[in-house]
């Protein structure tokens, strides 16, 4: 684990994939992540599977690792109490809860800014905190098909489909990530916190790019490509003899290269398959007869020539064939961090690298629910052991583990 962000500490409020997504990047970079839970129930996805490991969930592991948990009741006066204890000595606060309840809890953003002038707080909803819709709940499912995606994803002949990746909470994470960056960098030159109001359906209408502006600009729809490209051809999935492989000939330069690497160089000089356009316009008949040839080899084969002609191209792996992905492995994608019930647990690492040699330390599991509350009351908040057991009997923050 990356150690950039060390001395930073970050209250973590949120729960289900948004927000611990971001939170599980911040403490891979470093950061001290105190997530606090619901006694008794913590995160909603402890619950959510199908896949349990020793009553744990796979879900919530897989994007916790790095993080502290407080088991606190904040319906309580009493948790709240601690809550506020906490907020002066952290320097971020992020959050995910549907729009409103920030505020009932007392967490106001802008009172927060007046009582903590240092602290940076991100709060993490569907819409944002203005517009119509801003109180509307959502999930990741429901943001992909308001904003686009899903119009975008799937066959022309076919319904809409969904991103099989959960992007609509994902992207969310990330931007919170960019977001506290930069407000901490931002405080390292004035002193003063940031208040940041990240909306979800946002972050996704952001990645449209160039689609969304040949909307607006050019009045063309596009709509569902496949795996293919509104312009670009070849640009899709291919069957070869024995399974997929994706090619992308996005540009006239490398359509020399495609065509001898399939086989067929007298295509290169075709005046009506040598320019983008052209081909464009005979897409059908060209990725038919792409195939047909495709399919006298095994893909292993046509990547090997696909790759010596330079021409960019990859077999469609399954999740099976990612895991044992020879490149995938050398980058360390795959992370393993020992849990105390689980064992060994493997998960998608991180992606971020450093040249040379970096201050780094080892990852930590994902926290057991509460595992920490008793540790960060006495060591952060300096509880002393008769003011534990009174939050315990006012059932504040649940018994640790």
Known sequence: MLNTLRGVR????????????????????GAEVIK??????????????????????????????????????????????VLRDLLGRCDVLI?????????????????????HPRLITCGMTAFGRSGPDRALPAFD???????GVMGLTGHRDGRPARCGAPIGD????????????????????????????????????????YALSNQVMAHDPM?????????????????????ELT????????????????????????????GRLYR??????????????????????????????????????SLEEVAADPQVRARGMLNAVEHPTVGPFVAPGNPLRWMGEGDARPDRAAPQLGADTDALLRELLGYSDAQIAALRRAQAPAESD
């Not at 009932?104 to 927060?112: E, F, I, Q, S």
């Not at 407000?183 to 004035?190: C, D, F, I």
């Not at 067929?264 to 398959?273: G, I, M, T, V, Y």
Request: proline content about 6%.
């Open 280 to 317: 464009r316009q005979r897409r059908p008949e060209l990725i038919a007869a792409v195939e047909a040839q495709l399919a006298t080899q095994p893909r292993r084969y046509w990547l090997e020539r696909l790759y010596a002609e330079g021409v960019p191209a990859a077999p469609v792996q």
């Open 223 to 243: 709509g569902p490509q496949g795996s293919g490209h509104a312009d670009a051809t070849p640009y899709q999935s291919l069957r070869a003899r024995d399974g």
């Open 95 to 115: 959050e995910n809860f549907r729009y409103g309840v920030a505020e009932r809890l007392g967490l106001d953003h802008d009172a927060l800014r007046a009582q």
């Open 141 to 147: 499912l429901t943001l992909q098909a308001r904003a």
């Open 10 to 29: 970050v209250l973590d409020l949120t729960r289900m994939l948004a927000g611990p997504f971001a939170t599980m990047i911040l403490g891979d970079l």
């Open 36 to 81: 606090i839970e619901r006694p008794g129930v913590g995160d909603d996805i402890r619950g959510v599977g199908p896949h349990f490991l020793e009553g744990e969930s796979v879900y919530f592991l897989s994007v916790n690792r790095n993080k502290r948990s407080m088991a606190l009741d904040l319906a309580r006066p009493e948790g709240q109490a």
């Open 247 to 274: 090619v992308a000939v996005f540009t006239d330069t490398f359509w020399p290269g495609f065509c001898r690497a399939i086989e067929l160089p007298e295509w290169a000089d075709d005046p009506l398959l040598k």
């Open 170 to 209: 994902l992207t969310g994470g990330l931007y919170a990530v960019i977001a506290i960056a930069a407000a901490l960098y931002e405080r390292e030159k004035t002193g003063r916190g940031q208040c940041i109001d990240l909306g979800l359906l946002d972050c996704q209408v952001s990645l449209l790019t």
